[in-house]
């Protein structure tokens, strides 16, 4: 006998509208779970010494150009290479810039004129003239798992 019978009418209305309650709200959001992506960035060419790696993600060219990133990570450079994850990002386009902060003060260090010393790259590997690439140089379309990589220089 199915157990619903053994219920009163009320609490038998009850649990089939948490039933379609449940239902419904899978049903929205299993889409938006499923389009997440991961991506995984290579990053290749730091230093051979100890350095950490500073990489940040920017979803849109307004937050690139002011330097406000979505997310953020900093991690040990092993022999010069690091592989890092950006889990669960919606579909969209986005660029990475990273570093290698091979002393240690937290900054990408420049010299006089501006020019980085220490060594730096941009998803695409992206070059820019006098100064850093725009965001549709470096921005790559990520609509499901995507890997990539980054060659500092």
Do not use: C, W
């Not at 690139?64 to 997310?71: D, E, I, V, W």
């Not at 965001?135 to 798992?145: N, P, T």
């Amino acid at each position: 006998m199915h157990l619903l019978a053994f219920l009163p009418r009320p609490a038998a209305r009850t649990l089939y509208a948490a039933t379609a309650v449940a239902a419904l709200t899978a049903a929205t959001f299993a889409p938006l779970s499923a389009r997440a992506a991961d991506l995984s960035l290579n990053v290749a060419d730091g230093p051979a010494t100890e350095a950490t790696l500073y990489i940040a993600l920017y979803a849109d060219a307004a937050s690139f150009g002011a330097s406000k990133p979505l997310a953020s990570q900093s991690l040990p450079l092993r022999e010069g290479k690091a592989r890092v994850v950006f889990a669960g990002l919606p579909p969209g386009r986005y660029a990475v810039r990273a570093y290698a902060d091979e002393n240690g003060n937290g900054k990408l260090d420049t010299n006089l004129v501006g020019l980085p010393t220490e060594r730096y790259g941009f998803s695409n590997d992206a070059r820019g003239k006098l100064g850093a690439p725009d965001f549709e140089a470096a921005a790559i379309g990520v609509d499901a798992d995507l890997q990539s990589a980054i060659h500092l220089r």
